[in-house]
């Protein structure tokens, strides 16, 4: 089952690489063929297989030999290896392995269907914002909208009131807001020049997944990352002190963690930080 869901990641990434290319040159991207950029000539079927066209190629276009870039195959791999990861917490290891009797309800087809797509659209603003220091509004404001609707879902099938922190709708808003308001202020202080307002977006984004206290713990995360690629690359002399690195991927790569290990998470912040969710 989980390699079944791993071969439709691949599948879904395949796509979301065309549209992380064709949002930045405004092409069409559900009527047009796939094409290479450079010749322009369509690519046959047999060269569109996720990761396994890529190989038999040897990275290069078949009629130009222009070089494909290795962002096709990562985002394919990424998004694969993350539906694989989904169908494991829902299917196979965290969620049910622990609880064989536990029966697959509406309500966790609900929440799957979230995780996917949440997924998805995560794995579309990291390749973006790799690509082109951009995030794209196309991707995030329909992904806040459906994020919040989803945690009112949430608040709906529990008892908790609406003036609570630990009502998943009130938590994700207040850490939405939370996020956005010390993003916009790091925009203030450095007057643009640490952060752009697509972070800001991201930040709203990123709390309305999480919900509050998490959205601390998708900030750690997302620094800490963050820093430790930026050192390695001005040690490698790939970047220096004064490059702009995309803050997207790292915040992106916070949302991820926190969203697979919140319990392993949980677990050593209420034991060593008193800080429980």
Request: charge should be positive; include cysteine; glycine fraction near 8%.
């Amino acid at each position: 089952m989980i390699s079944i869901f791993f071969i439709v990641g691949l599948i879904v990434g395949s796509f979301l690489g065309v549209v992380n290319y064709r949002l930045k040159v405004a092409e069409n991207i559900v009527f047009k063929r796939s094409h290479c950029p450079k010749c322009k000539k369509p690519i046959r079927w047999y060269d569109n297989i996720p990761l396994l066209s890529f190989i038999i190629l040897a990275g290069q276009c078949r009629d130009c030999r222009e070089k494909i870039s290795w962002k096709y195959p990562a985002i394919e791999l990424m998004t694969g290896l993350l539906f694989a990861a989904v169908a494991w917490k829902f299917l196979g290891g965290w969620g049910f392995a622990g609880n064989p009797e536990k029966i697959f309800s509406a309500g966790d087809a609900i929440e799957m269907a979230f995780w996917l797509f949440a997924v998805c659209y995560l794995t579309l603003i990291f390749f973006h914002d790799l690509s082109y220091m951009l995030i794209p509004d196309v991707a995030v404001y329909p992904a806040i909208v459906i994020t919040l609707f989803y945690q009112y879902w949430k608040y709906l099938q529990g008892p908790l009131g609406i003036a609570t922190l630990k009502n998943p709708f009130v938590s994700s808003l207040f850490a939405a807001l939370i996020a956005a308001l010390f993003f916009f202020a790091l925009i203030w202080i450095s007057r643009g020049k640490w952060i752009g307002g697509g972070d800001v977006k991201l930040g709203f984004l990123a709390g309305a997944i999480a919900g509050w206290p998490k959205i601390l713990f998708v900030l750690f995360f997302a620094y800490m990352i963050g820093a430790i690629v930026s050192l390695v690359l001005i040690g490698l002399k790939k970047k220096t002190w004064k490059s702009q690195i995309p803050f997207g991927p790292f915040l992106v790569s916070g949302i991820l963690i926190v969203m697979f290990f919140s319990e392993q998470i949980q677990f050593w912040a209420n034991r060593y930080l008193n800080i429980g969710y």
